[in-house]
Each structure stands twice: as structure tokens, then as C-alpha cells.
């Protein structure tokens, strides 16, 4: 009776170092699969916030051009500002269309 009372234990203890390795495996595993996910978000959450951040920009550019246009010029001094920065705006969209 005692051998097979030993022999139930021994089973025991062997079962549950089998179910601790297993879970310990799967543990660290999943760990690994989830930093990954984890770093793959964020660099596409960077990406998104470079883009808004560029939308943002392009969105101030329109709407200062839209006012200049709307509101009269009320100088020759001014509207002579205003042509320059057209003109510099202008050269600049050239260059990057050539670099592109």
C-alpha cells in the first residue's frame, strides 16, 4: 500500500514540474509576442504624429494665405511683404518638386 501511495506522489511531482516548465515556457513567449506588438504600435503611432504634425503645418500655411487674401491690403509695403513671401514660398515648392 505504501509503494503505491509512492508512487501516486512521485507521479504528482513529476506532473506538476511538467505543468510548471509548460507554463513558464508559455509565459515568456507570449511576453516576446507582445513587445513586438507593443513596438510595432508605437513606431506607427510616431508615424501618425509625424503626418498630423505635417497636416497641422500645411493647415496654418492655407489659412494665413486664405486671411492674407481676404483682408485688404492696406500698404504698398505690405503687399509688397506679402509678393515676397509668395515668390520665396514659390522657389521653395520648385526646389522640393526637383528633389522629389
Request: hydrophobic share 50%; aromatic share 4%; with cysteine.
Amino acid at each position: 500500500m505504501s509503494m503505491f501511495i509512492n508512487q501516486m506522489l512521485g507521479c504528482l511531482l513529476i506532473a506538476a514540474g511538467i505543468g510548471g516548465a509548460v507554463g513558464w515556457l508559455l509565459r515568456h513567449v507570449s511576453a516576446g509576442k507582445d513587445a513586438q506588438l507593443l513596438a510595432d504600435v508605437t513606431a506607427m503611432m510616431r508615424i501618425k504624429e509625424q503626418m498630423l504634425e505635417k497636416a497641422r503645418y500645411e493647415l496654418r500655411e492655407a489659412t494665413a494665405k486664405l486671411q492674407a487674401i481676404e483682408s485688404p491690403v492696406t500698404a504698398p509695403q505690405e503687399a509688397e511683404q506679402h509678393l515676397l513671401q509668395l515668390k520665396m514660398q514659390a522657389k521653395d515648392n520648385e526646389s522640393l518638386e526637383k528633389a522629389a
